[in-house]
């Protein structure tokens, strides 16, 4: 992958078979695994290897990693077929590049223009988390995923403001923490859809 695609939308820290049955009817671009220990959406190895046989190729599934060892990603990548790697800590190093899968970095609001990486998808992100909506400075990240406060009633807004090539929630569309509900999926894919819709209207309105 050589950027986002424009309109992507992401659904991060699915646990069960029947979240990602709502991320399939939803039509979800990509489908989040947290693999990270501690996690409160921590899946275990047996856990991710039946989300993922139940996923196929339906969807692209990414791996969400924190601040851990190459080898371990490595092998984790391998063993669940992972299509891209998310690094959401603070990995340094060019050996990331090896995976032979693209790779996700987060990067803050305030350094996105300074600190995005060019071989990473850029995911900015302020880290609010819980649904929960933080201040996004004045700007446009028309190369990167948003993340960070993003639900079923902000996400539009959000869209239309910022102008991102794609979208990635987790608990802005669960009914308790962990607890994806149904229905916030599929309303949160259909007003995104709508506001990348509108987005591009109005860029071709000025381009004409």
Request: glycine share 8%.
């Amino acid at each position: 992958m050589n950027g986002w695609q424009q309109g992507t939308i992401k659904v991060c820290g699915v646990r069960t078979p029947e979240d990602i049955q709502a991320c399939l009817q939803a039509r979800v671009d990509l489908i989040g695994l947290v693999l990270v220990p501690g996690s409160k959406r921590e899946l275990s190895p047996k856990q991710a290897t039946v989300l993922r046989d139940l996923i196929g190729d339906q969807a692209r599934v990414v791996g969400v990693f924190m601040n851990q060892s190459y080898s371990q990603v490595y092998e984790t990548t391998l063993a669940l077929d992972l299509d891209l790697v998310q690094l959401h800590g603070q990995e340094q190093g060019r050996c990331w590049e090896q995976l032979g899968r693209p790779l996700i970095r987060r990067v803050m609001p305030s350094d996105y223009r300074r600190d995005r990486r060019a071989s990473a998808l850029p995911l900015v992100d302020a880290g609010a988390g819980h649904g929960v909506a933080h201040p996004w400075p004045a700007a446009r990240y028309p190369e990167a995923m948003i993340a960070g406060g993003l639900t079923v009633n902000s996400v539009a807004a959000l869209i239309e403001a910022l102008e991102p090539a794609a979208v990635d929630v987790s608990s802005g569309v669960e009914s308790s923490p962990g607890c994806k509900s149904p229905r916030a999926i599929e309303e949160f894919c259909r007003n995104a859809r709508l506001a990348f819709e509108q987005v591009r209207r109005v860029q071709r309105s000025i381009n004409q």
